[in-house]
């Protein structure tokens, strides 16, 4: 955040050919684009929202997880899930920061989230009914996480870049803690067997549907591959994917719901069955099992908070009044 | 009371022998608190053994428009570097 006053002042950007052409030969050259940087208005756009797309993720991410932390099984599952969710929290506020590079405010995104102009990942729209759950959730959301993530390391934005090497970072253990609940249960009684396979049974298609529409309908995604703001398309990343986790489900012993899941041997992965993109898309525009609390959850944490604010500003400028007073 | 909580720059040093690298922002009421806030969200794994907050309006960045005039002499002032003199190889360096 080098100087966002100043970005936020003067965003707009003289788009001649010859601009974009400049911009476009830095990008190309893998050249790092810094906040203060000279870019097309509409890159800034994009960013603006995808990254606080991402924060704003981040955040509602830690209340379906949240909802588990009192009732953990054991002290161990209950620190590595609390560590867990205070590291999302922590990946929503470098994302927000990012995003703040680019002159938009964390007041502006708080309030556009609270009020439910900006969207967040739809898979936060499905309550965590079992335990089982928090196991699934690493395992797959996180690994999908993972997935997405990786190639943003080197996405063209500087401060964007940087945040996801940090995530980065943190993902592994999300996703190990996750298989590990997953695994203990799938290796337990028949009951904590048949709990594993219902929580996959319900999360399989969300977490296969993060990767967004096929790539003939993703209307967004060509601009932001020649801007290297995204690396790979999603169809590409939902393969990787599936690949990555149905050998990870025949390990456990449990079937991943889709009857038409079969090994392409000449492509050298699975071929998956239809994905239903009506639910996707009613989930995306809110009306999710879970959309509603999960913006109430957010507006109430926001509300009650007031008075904290609002009482360390007032501490803060009464410190510095009496700072000033002994000068 | 404006009722923005002021940003700050955030800076750690991964051990003791390097210097403060910036590595995000925060928000925060004081300097106090952007400290504690600055620990949680940016040191949660060893990532470092001491953080500076500085208020993010107190930053002043040269402009990126600039830099060529600014950073260019570098390379322009070529004698500013040591390949620039020819000494002969029997005298070795230094
Ligand atoms: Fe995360
Ligand atoms: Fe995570």
Redesign the pocket.
Known sequence: MYSQGLIGADGRTNETPEFLERFQRRIDAEEKIEPNDEMPEGYRRTLVRQIGQHAHSEIV?MLPEGNWITRAPSLRRKAALLA?VQ??GG?GLYLYSAAETLGVSREEMTEELLDGRAKYSSIFNYPTLSWADIGTI?WL??GA?IMNQIPLCRCSFGPYARAMIRVCK??SF??RQGYEIVMTLAQGSPEQKEMAQDSLNRWWWPSIMMFGPHDADSQHSDQSMTWKIKRFSNDELRQKFIDATVPQAEYLGLTIPDPDLKWNEEKGGYDHGPIDWDEFWRVVKGHGPMAKDRIKARKKAWDDGKWVRDAALAHAEKRQARKMAAE | MSGEVPLWEVFIRPRNGLSHKHVGSIHAADEVMAVQAARDVYTRRGEGNSIWVVPSKAITASDPAHADENFEPTSDKIYRHPTFYDIPEEVGHM
Do not use: F, M
Request: net charge negative; hydrophobic share 15%.
């Open positions: 991410g867990k590291d999302e990946h690493g959301v996180d996480a943190e993902e999300h996703q």
